[in-house]
């Protein structure tokens, strides 16, 4: 399976990424004209969006609107159908919204650096040490990292503006979904509740609904609602692929390349993340392997806690369970897109997503 | 002028309160039936909303629409008359909004208490380490606040979705202003930008942007758009009477009874936040006063501290030249208010309320 991002992706990826940068450029020059100040927080999120990401959510949505407007019964037969624009306005709100969720979660998780760059509480938190400024530098790096990611949110909004009612509706739900699924998260690592049905659980929040069914059932609400039978099937596909979107988030999460995946290895067994990976390998620990998996969720590993813990996972075969977990889920989803009233191209893009969100090494 | 709420603000009050009820136990009986920790934000958010608050922004709404819909120009000769249903839930939108951003201000300024009862990162703090969870009991209970405003804000987003495509434009814009005028507040408060044009700056964006012009301009966008003839008149009222509620919130952040207002006194001072009321002392004071000005922004100032400091905002005569402008601005928007193209009991409300915000408690 390939691990480079197919053109599917990158394609639809070009157009948002110009889409974010008019809006961020247009919007700090009229805040600018007002007072400068007020643009440095729209800046700042600015250097967010162009520091990479993959675009995911924004693909997803585009082919799902991509196949229902190109399938054989037609987007254009009902409904109205809406221009391009509308489509890439959604994905860069889907974007916006990721950026707003992650400069979040880096303050829950105290991360340090996301796709290789200083996070926004810990460039701000730096900032008012640098400047000399009065106050706890935590504090203010935290308090303009929430700003900025609630500003996020707002421009988010404002973007998913023009699109119809049935697609706001599935917007509304999944950040309903998202900050529930945080929460679970937030509170089953404090809570030391590491065990599968939570993990699962809070990857079909996280992960299968608000970066796959979610802006699939949305793009194809983008020319009017959608029939029941069209938004199943759609979550047919979505469910087991973002279950295994997660399931290679969290081997990245361990095994990954530092470099690569842009946060350092070991954070997720230091916050004690629920994941399918820590519950299989606790199920099959044996007494001296519990007591190393005993760590997971202790702020204070070492390296060399970590690679104990990485060895466990890996002696116990939890690695190799996870791995043929996900071959199976992909293959699951890749035989659901072939039954989609899609036309070609959208079903051809659907897979090719699925095997890259597979193999992705990112 | 009356310091107890007017019936046109407690009528409202009503109908908004009973729809956020209705809203919470709804979502939390649909959480718990996925999973009851689901329901636990849900829940945490409730408590916010029904810990009381003073419901504005919602009256304000409410009879910007009210306004224009029984004003000589009638709003039923043109756009389309939306359901008294809409109008509550538009308010119930701004109480939500503003729950998302006391939740997330009182992280920024590490408030413990607000409306009499702990904070939500406080009390969220605290349950950690009554449960014995493990993290540090700072971060969880910030995160889980995060997460309860970011809640509070997707559900008055959801809220504000049956409302027409000129209410929510303005919807969208005073988001952006809210969190810019935050931003600026936070960072001249580290940077110890006390000066006045600050101040003033600072408060258009929250108060009279945020708390008045935007709710009545929306509220008057209810039954389609509004002339801009309308929306400037509109403003033309807010602007004063907006920043006469903050400079009495700034008076009762230092003169304040402390049980009444739900907040320490003094607060403000050590957070450093700029003030009219501290640009107008900082101006007038001779150099020994000046020196106990100096103090303001200090975490650490002690309740003598913070007694000498008030003494130097009266000596000034600044608390009396505050109370001036308050008696100038709010009288400018009760001007305004009569030349409304509203019916009388509208008037009459708008007359009202500008006493009330100009002369309350708390």
Avoid at 197 to 210: C, E, I, P
Wanted: hydrophobic residues 45%; charged residues 25%.
């Amino acid at each position: 399976m390939p691990s480079l991002a197919p053109p599917q992706l990158t394609d639809v990826a070009v157009k948002v990424e110009r889409r974010l940068t008019d809006l961020v450029a247009e919007q700090s020059g009229v805040w600018a004209s007002f007072d400068g100040r007020l643009a440095e927080a729209v800046d700042e999120l600015g250097s967010v969006l162009s520091s990479g990401g993959k675009r995911l959510r924004a693909a997803f949505c585009y082919w799902g609107w991509h196949g229902r407007r190109h399938g054989p019964g037609g987007g254009l037969g009902f409904g109205s159908p809406c221009d391009e624009s509308v489509v890439v306005d959604a994905g860069a709100a889907f974007e916006l919204l990721q950026a707003f969720a992650l400069i979040h979660d880096d303050i829950m998780d105290d991360s340090a650096t996301r796709r290789g760059r200083p996070t926004v509480h810990v460039s701000q938190a730096r900032r008012l040490t640098a400047e000399g400024w009065q106050g706890e530098a935590r504090r203010f790096g935290e308090g303009v990292a929430i700003l900025v990611g609630d500003l996020s949110h707002a421009y988010a909004d404002q973007l998913m503006g023009s699109a119809p009612d049935a697609a706001r509706r599935i917007w509304d739900e999944l950040r309903i979904e998202l900050n529930l699924g945080q929460y679970l998260d937030l509170r089953s690592a404090a809570a030391g509740q590491l065990d599968g049905d939570t993990a699962l659980r809070v990857s079909t929040f996280k992960s299968a609904l608000y970066t796959i069914v979610r802006p699939l059932q949305l793009g194809a609400s983008l020319d009017g609602p959608a029939g029941e039978g069209l938004l199943a099937l759609l979550e047919r596909y979505g469910r087991p692929l973002g279950r295994a979107f997660q399931l290679r988030d969290d081997l990245l999460g361990v095994l990954g390349d530092e470099v690569t995946i842009g946060k350092p290895v070991g954070d997720d067994l230091r916050e004690g993340k629920p994941t399918e990976l820590a519950a299989v390998a606790i199920d099959r620990a044996d007494p001296a392997q519990a007591r190393l998996l005993a760590g997971i969720g202790r702020r204070d590993l070492s390296a060399g806690d970590v690679a104990a813990i990485v060895g466990v996972l890996q002696d116990t075969g939890a690695v190799g369970e996870i791995n043929n977990r996900i071959t199976g889920l992909v293959s699951e989803a890749i035989d659901v897109a072939a039954d989609l009233p899609f036309d070609h191209e959208s079903k051809g893009a659907l897979v090719a997503l699925a095997e890259y969100v597979a193999a992705r090494n990112s």
